[in-house]
């Protein structure tokens, strides 16, 4: 990889070398030379500073910016902003530095603007192609890569499960058992059971789900979780939803980590607990917090998020929503806190 890099800079800059000596030889910026001097030089290195400069913020920072939300409006007339004010820059650096060193008989303001807004048209032209290259590149290795993880995952599950549709029909035989036996609390967490198979089985092998389905995903496991245990835990764990959650879809499975590792690692015999979860649903984002209580001699924030379940959510995240999430991790005096912000 950084090898790519190097070797990409320095064609960069090779590229930009050469187009400053075909500068040096081959234009005049204003009229006729009257004399060969150094400042000649500087002018034309100052051109050729202003070129980079316009070419790199088009492809490096505008069109990225246009993927991750500006309109094709707004990129357009930032564009022509950018263009009329690198122009008239350039062209106040000609008249107020360099002018004693070339004859302007013949070239006035309005000629020079003229001449800097070709050559910069022509710059912008060709850093928008060089940055849709750079885009179109990149999202067909997000591609790749998402195809090579979706094949690896469902190898692995293929690998672990040990018949599930066989586990699921047991499920299925062993509530309908408990309701004839009138154990409703049996049958209560069977059924809560077999609808998460169901979901992990029949209606989670697709790119994006409805958030709503998500979300009774994660109530059934909230709700098994709470039948093991006491009674004086319970009330202090909550999870709440907010926002017109029906509007929105979403990659399935993709918040129950967090959920599961609070589970795991927030509950504490003898110490105060509580696990808090809360989602909330804009027209714009998702913002997704789990917070839950740690011992003081606790030291498992590697064991809880450095291992592998964090970094297969972190690679699911890069690769289904490339630049438009933000997770935060931490670790505070008594708790741990996640929070994730998709953009919808």
Not at 33 to 48: E, N, P, V, W
């Amino acid at each position: 990889m950084k090898k790519n890099t190097y070797l990409n800079s320095f064609l960069h800059l090779s590229v930009w070398i050469a187009l400053h000596l075909f500068f040096v030889t081959n234009v005049k910026t204003v009229g006729v030379i009257k004399q060969t001097h150094a400042h000649f030089q500087l002018a034309i290195f100052i051109s050729s500073l202003c070129n980079a400069g316009l070419f790199y913020t088009i492809s490096l920072y505008l069109l990225p910016k246009m993927t991750l939300g500006y309109s094709i409006r707004k990129t357009v007339w930032l564009s022509v902003l950018l263009w009329v004010l690198f122009s008239l820059v350039e062209t106040i650096i000609d008249f107020s530095f360099f002018v004693n060193f070339y004859s302007t008989h013949d070239q006035d303001y309005a000629g020079q603007l003229f001449s800097n807004s070709i050559v910069n048209l022509f710059v912008i032209t060709m850093g928008a192609s060089y940055g849709l290259l750079r885009i179109w590149k990149k999202s067909e290795k997000q591609k790749e890569d998402l195809n090579r993880e979706t094949l690896k995952a469902e190898l692995d599950f293929l690998k672990a499960q040990v018949n599930p549709h066989f586990l699921f029909n047991v499920l299925n035989m062993a509530y309908s058992s408990a309701n004839k036996n009138n154990d409703t609390e049996t049958a209560g967490i069977i059924e809560e059971l077999a609808n998460m198979m169901r979901y992990m089985l029949y209606e989670s092998n697709v790119n994006k789900i409805a958030l709503e389905k998500e979300i009774e995903y994660l109530q059934s496991f909230v709700n098994l979780q709470k039948k093991r245990l006491s009674t004086e835990v319970l009330p202090n764990i909550a999870f709440s939803i907010e926002g017109a959650i029906k509007k929105h879809q979403i990659a399935p499975l993709l918040l129950i980590p967090f959920v599961e590792n609070a589970f795991k690692h927030g509950i504490r015999m003898g110490n105060e607990t509580f696990i808090i979860i809360r989602l909330e649903v804009t027209d714009q984002a998702l913002w997704f917090e789990v917070k839950n209580s740690i011992s003081k001699n606790s030291n498992e924030l590697e064991t809880q998020y450095g291992g592998v379940g964090l970094e297969n959510v972190k690679k699911r995240l890069e690769l289904l929503y490339p630049n438009q999430y933000e997770l935060s991790i931490t670790e505070e005096e008594k708790q741990f806190k996640v929070i994730l912000k998709l953009n919808m």
